[in-house]
């Protein structure tokens, strides 16, 4: 007997339905918030990956030549098909354009708990819109689905920073600008390292003041609000005007964003948190996190703004915010606090029929059936004991029993298999009556 | 600027709300017949589509090596992952298991138009039951799925055969078992062959007797009825007793199937048709195909009974019947006769909102959203004229005209922007007014 791959899962009916249940609650959420939803193949020119994030990415993607010489890849992740879609029809598209996707990625990662080969994630863009109003939105739409989900203050955080604010940081800490995108990679990686580990890291990029930048991180690090972080900049000594003026302005779209968002009643979800800096160089100001708040403090969810990568991916100029989430550490975390959802399914009617009347009783299952009822059967003959016990086996909450002297005067019996009450219902009026008990959808 | 792959779609929100429309369809019909459903990954051992079809389904596939050095493939087919996964459990699942995928699925094709290299399949299959009541709710379910859909017995019909018919019809011609199924596998194709391949590639199977046995399939495609079909066995000459007493036995079953397809009203749809044989070799009992009437007859879908499939595969001795369903012949299909569907997304509101009261907006506009109304509001600080052409531009059907002078008493404006209509309402009594329009999902 054959097995599904390393990394692949199956999903049975009972675990399938609480997969479509998320799909669901994330689709309804952002269809709420004005997103549209689309989609792509998941085969890919695999250059479309190389050129976004370089080489190394192909030692992590399943990747090969197909029948006609292409080097293809399964796609480890959906903005570089979203750029190419955005840049084909840049001039026809309403802006800003409110999108997101739904689908499976893939990556060859080594084999541990909870991580999967292939995942499923939302991926939620707004783009061509480069003021404050579209990061709000992206926030505001991520702090939704949450709570739609039924995650609450208690279990989540927004940690929100800025790499636009950590630049001017380390401007006047006199890092000289092309250096400053890799010690903001060191900056990602500071709370995994020790002390002595970070150091040297940025040691290694400016011989001799790591020692002074590793405190300036530190100071920043503890930075928790809006005034703290004026406060830091305002002590900070021998910065020009033209820097000062920078910070100001930036300072300034910082309160609009959180005046904004408040205004929206995310307040309570948000904390600043500049410990936060996005490993990826792409993101180019706001950026975010949704972590899972006790247990492990683990990303539920990141994003954040990327206003050249559609034109970097050979796109138009695009300005563009958003984020993703993935569906394995999100079931995790629902699964922890009980909040699964299922997807709704009709509720199942067992029919329960005589053979003697078996056709009448057939009809009465077709008719309902296309009045949209969920209708099941036994396929076997069998006393209604035996059918009625079928009923149970199949997580049916009504049976409809079909006797053949009640269907010789027009009635049949709907029987509530819960609290096993029993109505007799004229023939006729059984699709009305499904309908009034919510069953005929 | 990269592009999709040759055979890949890419689903602009448009086109993805009628995908998604078909997928919604497909899943509640085959919910209101009482299937399930469930999914796996889209990439497989390479083994597994051997194991059942054989070496030369490789050259029709994506496959490679991954980087554990693992033969996969991207699934051609569901039918091996069903296998598996029904064998993995077989113990602990009622019977009959009644299924269905909605899932991608990859061939590399010759590209012609219509053809895609990714498509996606509806696979519904019964398991476990091997009496003729899973073949009846296996062709019922296919007839509701299409008429779910809004097309009618103008626009498709179900072509159903038998192979078992077609083995005892060969049988009456003396041919030897071991060559039915090759005959059978000439059979497929014969409408597609001229006259003379046909009897050529008869000729090669039984020497010297090809002609005669053409004429038998002749004959055998011009049955029409269940009558026609117990004429034509009785006018068969010298047949030992033993074989008329199972075509007697056949033709019951096949009474049987009738008869409860005509119970439940799919008299209609269907037609007798000798010429469907299905290619594949794996099919046991009834067959059938749905086709697009008029234009070109093509299949929508097809399927039939394959009882010894999931033992050969490694799984256990389980009889099943299914079909399978593809998106691209089926949207074609609706395009066609305008039925094409979309998914049900909730009708947009858009917020109009004054600078002045932006704040008060905000949270009402945030309050409609956690009711689920689908709120859009302009990104910029806008007159009501201009707000009012973007609520056009987002295509809503209602916008909220939120008036600094109206909000200071309570009250904001519903305008309905197709009947130009306009309602006063109390801003506390705005969710229940939503929810009243049936816009708060």
Chains 1, 2 share one sequence.
Request: glycine share 8%; aromatic share 10%; with cysteine.
């Amino acid at each position: 007997m054959f097995e599904a791959l390393p990394g692949f899962r199956e999903f049975y009916p009972e675990d399938f339905s609480r997969r479509l249940g998320l799909f669901d609650s994330w689709r309804r959420s952002l269809e709420i918030c004005g997103f549209s939803e689309y989609d792509a193949g998941v085969l890919e020119p695999l250059d479309l990956y190389k050129e976004k994030s370089g080489e190394e990415i192909v030692e992590q993607l399943f990747h090969f030549v197909d029948k006609g010489d292409r080097k293809v890849a399964l796609r480890p992740e959906m903005t570089p098909t979203l750029a190419r879609m955005i840049g084909a029809k840049a001039n026809a598209l309403r802006r800003p354009v409110k999108w997101f996707n739904i689908g499976d990625h893939f990556r060859y990662e080594r084999m541990q708990k909870g991580r999967t080969r292939c995942f499923t994630q939302l991926n939620v863009d707004i783009l061509g819109d480069a003021g404050v109003t579209a990061d709000v939105e992206a926030i505001y739409s991520l702090i939704l689905v949450c709570k739609r989900l039924g995650l609450t203050g208690e279990q989540f955080v927004i940690r929100l920073s800025d790499r636009d604010i950590w630049l001017l940081a380390l401007e006047t800490a006199n890092i000289q600008e092309d250096l400053r995108p890799q010690v903001l990679g060191v900056i990602d990686k500071v709370e995994r390292m020790s002390d002595e580990q970070s150091i040297e890291a940025l040691e290694k990029l400016i011989s001799g003041r790591s020692k002074e930048l590793f405190d300036v991180i530190q100071s920043m690090f503890a930075v928790e609000s809006l005034d703290g972080l004026k406060s830091w900049f305002d002590g900070r000594e021998n910065v020009a005007d033209e820097i000062r003026e920078r910070i100001a302005s930036r300072l300034e779209e910082w309160r609009d964003l959180w005046e904004q968002l408040n205004k929206l009643g995310c307040g309570e979800f948000l904390k600043l948190d500049f410990t936060i800096v996005r490993g990826l160089a792409y993101y180019t100001g706001f950026v975010f996190e949704a972590f899972e708040k006790g247990r492990r403090a683990r990303a539920l969810a990141g994003g954040g703004r990327y206003d050249h990568l559609i034109e970097k991916l050979g796109g138009p100029d695009f300005p563009a915010v958003g984020w993703a989430m993935g569906d394995v550490t999100m079931t995790d975390c629902l699964d922890h606090h009980g909040l699964l959802p299922s997807h709704e399914t009709p509720i199942r009617v067992f029919a329960v029929m005589e053979d003697e009347s078996r056709e009448t009783a057939m009809k009465i299952v077709a008719k309902l059936r296309e009045s949209g009822v969920s209708m099941v059967y036994s396929h076997k003959k069998a006393g209604f004991g035996k059918q009625l016990k079928e009923a149970t086996q199949w997580n049916c909450q009504y049976a409809l029993v079909m006797g053949s002297s009640e269907m010789a005067i027009g009635k049949v019996l709907v029987r509530n298999l819960e609290d096993r009450s029993e109505e007799s219902i004229g023939i006729n009026y059984l699709v009305q009556h499904f309908k009034k008990l919510g069953l005929a959808v």
